[in-house]
């Protein structure tokens, strides 16, 4: 027969069985807590900006050797790595955050440090990003005019070919405003649909196009 003690004991590791069971089963949804890197594809210059109203889909077809200032780069593609540390414990909880955007087309690449923000909901499986960062790009702060008096035809040609395929965007420094949405595949990784913006504000100087980046990004978090 088995006395009060034993089933005292039995009730015990019952309960500490269950109790790790749930945490188990509980972690499979909960927030991720840990390191992240992320591989994206973005459309460079996608014309859509969710904080202003110049959206350009609509602009009338110019004729060939003409385009749009500060469109000079639109349509081509980037690849872009992020690094996420885990979630600080100060300012609700941001996670450091590193990038490269590397465009694919011989165009502006932007390489950047800052901070984002997420906020999950439906029990973990979505969540909502926002961020802000300081960028560095490797393309023109103002690209060399073609119609300079007094250039030669074949210097005049050179600078002309730069001033139809890039940006100037006033400025080497730009800020990084950013936000995504992500769905969380399983504990180790997710699918984020996301947005980088890129500009100065004039700040730097009065020229200021700014570029707009629409993208995918799949996203893995380091540890078990």
């Known amino acids: 027969m088995i006395g009060w003690r034993g089933c005292a004991f039995g009730a015990g590791l019952a309960l500490v069985?269950?109790?790790?069971?749930?945490?188990?089963?509980?972690d499979n949804t909960s927030p991720v807590?840990?390191?992240?890197?992320?591989?994206?594809?973005?459309?460079?210059?996608?014309?859509?900006?969710p904080l202003g109203s110049r959206l350009s889909f609509d602009l009338p077809e110019l004729p060939p050797g003409y385009v749009y200032d500060g469109m000079e780069e639109d349509g081509t593609?980037?690849?872009?790595?992020?690094?996420?540390?885990?979630?600080?414990?100060?300012?609700l909880k941001p996670r450091l955050t590193g990038k490269?955007?590397?465009?694919?087309?011989?165009?502006?690449?932007?390489?950047?440090?800052?901070?984002?923000?997420?906020?999950?909901?439906?029990?973990?499986?979505?969540?909502?990003?926002?961020g802000i960062g300081v960028t560095v790009i490797?393309?023109?702060?103002?690209?060399?005019?073609?119609?300079?008096p007094g250039l030669s035809p074949g210097e005049a040609q050179?600078?002309?070919?730069?001033?139809?395929?890039?940006?100037?965007?006033?400025?080497?420094i730009?800020?990084?405003?950013?936000?995504?949405?992500?769905?969380r595949l399983d504990r180790k990784w997710a699918v984020e649909l996301a947005w980088e913006h890129y500009s100065h504000r004039q700040l730097f100087s009065e020229q200021n196009p700014g570029i707009d980046n629409l993208g995918i990004r799949l996203v893995h978090r380091f540890g078990r």
């Open 100 to 130: 490269l955007q590397v465009n694919t087309d011989g165009r502006t690449s932007f390489a950047s440090l800052g901070a984002e923000w997420r906020q999950h909901f439906l029990r973990n499986r979505i969540y909502v990003q926002g």
């Open 158 to 172: 050179r600078r002309y070919a730069i001033y139809i395929r890039r940006t100037s965007f006033g400025s080497t």
């Open 17 to 26: 069985s269950g109790t790790a069971t749930a945490q188990v089963a509980g």
């Open 138 to 148: 490797d393309g023109y702060r103002f690209t060399p005019d073609p119609f300079q």
């Open 33 to 49: 807590q840990r390191a992240e890197i992320a591989v994206g594809v973005f459309r460079h210059g996608a014309n859509f900006h």
């Open 77 to 91: 593609t980037d690849v872009q790595i992020v690094y996420r540390s885990r979630p600080l414990r100060v300012l």
């Open 174 to 183: 730009l800020f990084n405003p950013n936000a995504s949405i992500g769905i």
